[in-house]
């Protein structure tokens, strides 16, 4: 029997275009018109959790407000006891000033990460904010906080570097852009089997 991903996603822009580049899962939008404005009590996390494979997050989204971090924190508790793995998408900010903001909530949060993605222009601010070398900032990160996946998506270098428990892997990517290669590799990385080769051979259908 084909197994379908199903993937539940909850937040801003860059995690509805996550959800836009998913081609063969069963996507649950959790739609809020406002995230400054709503009671974060009101999403039934159980029920909608509950058989996923992914739940999709990103760095941006706490800075909407108190109830959308609240959100997006009891989605994370939520996901450890109902199953679904956490995917943390960390890009730029509309307000770049606050990034530092929202990765401090990252750091927080880490054990609860399981694959931690990275935009290229992320990155690089990241590893500004840690004193640390691009080329050093996936790995540390992942050896730091124990996450299973620290992902680089780097477009004009036109790579994506994917650290993991067992290694590393880096391959170019069919995709154009960072949302598109991580919609489609969440399809595939449930489908392509576990460890090291899993990981490269969804990564290269992507």
């Not at 379908?4 to 995690?15: H, Q």
């Not at 069919?174 to 460890?195: D, I, N, R, V």
Request: aromatic residues 8%; contains cysteine; proline residues 4%.
């Amino acid at each position: 029997m084909e197994t379908t991903v199903r993937i539940v996603g909850f937040g801003d822009s860059v995690v509805s275009e996550v959800l836009d580049s998913v081609d063969s899962g069963s996507i649950d939008r959790i739609e809020i018109p406002d995230l400054s404005d709503f009671s974060h009590g009101q999403i039934d996390w159980r029920g909608r959790l509950e058989g996923a494979h992914w739940l999709v997050l990103s760095t941006s989204t706490i800075l909407a407000g108190d109830n959308a971090k609240s959100a997006q924190g009891a989605s994370m508790t939520f996901a450890e006891f109902e199953g679904p793995r956490t995917v943390m998408v960390t890009d730029i900010p509309s307000d770049p000033s606050r990034l530092a903001e929202a990765w401090g909530f990252v750091i927080e949060r880490i054990r609860q990460i399981h694959m931690l993605f990275f935009t290229k222009s992320a990155l690089s601010a990241i590893a500004e904010i840690e004193e640390m070398d691009e080329s050093e900032l996936l790995r540390e990160i992942r050896l730091r906080g124990m996450t299973p996946q620290v992902i680089g998506f780097e477009s004009p270098e036109n790579t994506v570097t994917i650290e993991h428990s067992l290694g590393n892997y880096s391959c170019t990517p069919k995709a154009f852009t960072a949302s598109q290669w991580l919609g489609k590799y969440l399809c595939e990385l449930p489908l392509q089997g576990p460890g090291s080769e899993g990981i490269k051979n969804a990564a290269n259908r992507c």
